[in-house]
Nanobody
């Protein structure tokens, strides 16, 4: 059974930091990503890592968010610094259906094989 379990969400003030974690079991892929969905908005890709280990970020989070992985722990991380009110959303971990180079799966929800249930991040200004 495939499981993607996020943790680390919470409430912080603007300018603060959070680190999200996603533990993966039952599925192996190098292509993983973080998405978020704010109330009333569509889900958007935030960060991803491709088959070659290259990381990609949405323009809105570049320079503030860093994605990493610990293969030994089957865990994906998203370090979020200098958080802003507009970062408030539910954050989802995702595993791509097929793994290639590039950030295609951040823009194509159909390319995602499995989703986590999400963790809520709330930033107060």
């Amino acid at each position: 059974q495939v499981q993607l379990v996020e943790s680390g969400g919470g409430s912080v003030q603007a300018g603060g930091s959070l680190r999200l974690s996603c533990t993966v079991s039952g599925y192996t892929t190098n292509c993983m990503g973080w998405f978020r969905q704010a109330p009333g908005k569509e889900r958007e890709g935030v960060a991803g890592i491709d088959a070659f280990g290259t990381t990609f970020y949405a323009d809105s989070v570049k320079g503030r968010f860093t994605m990493s992985r610990d293969n030994a722990k089957n865990t994906l991380y998203l370090q979020m610094n200098n958080l802003k009110a507009e970062d408030t959303a539910t954050y989802y971990c995702a595993a791509a259906r097929r793994c290639y180079g590039g950030n295609y799966f951040l823009h194509s929800p159909g390319a995602i094989a499995y989703w986590g249930k999400g963790t809520l991040v709330t930033i107060s200004s």
